[in-house]
Nanobody
């Protein structure tokens, strides 16, 4: 499977962005999906995840209440709606898919820059 993340950009604090991650190949509807982010010199950190049917969602404490993860299995796409953005949300955001066999697939990152 190939994952293509897009939707990043430069915004002001308090603004919103929606990231998308489109999958091609594989069986997207059976994958648990997640978003991670990474800043220079730091480890990649978990942001949010959604189960394969979308029934369960998970969030890092730092984004809870501001970010919403969702998916559209008909469109093979997972989304991350980011509201009330803060400068500390600045990072490269990556999507990840995990299949039934616990194989992980990473997309390329999309840069989000939030200025104060």
């Amino acid at each position: 499977v190939q994952l293509q993340a897009y939707g990043g950009g430069s915004v002001q604090a308090g603004d919103s962005l929606r990231l998308s991650c489109a999958a091609s190949g594989g069986s997207f509807s059976t994958y648990n999906m997640a978003w991670f982010r990474q800043t220079a010199g730091m480890d990649r950190e978990f942001v949010s995840a959604i189960s394969w049917r979308g029934a369960s969602t998970y969030y890092a404490d730092s984004v809870k209440g501001r970010f919403t993860i969702s998916r559209d299995n008909d469109k093979n796409t997972v989304y991350l709606q980011m509201n009330s953005l803060k400068p500390e949300d600045t990072a490269v955001y990556y999507c990840k898919g995990r299949d039934w066999y616990q194989n992980d697939y990473w997309g390329q990152g999309t840069l989000v820059t939030v200025s104060s």
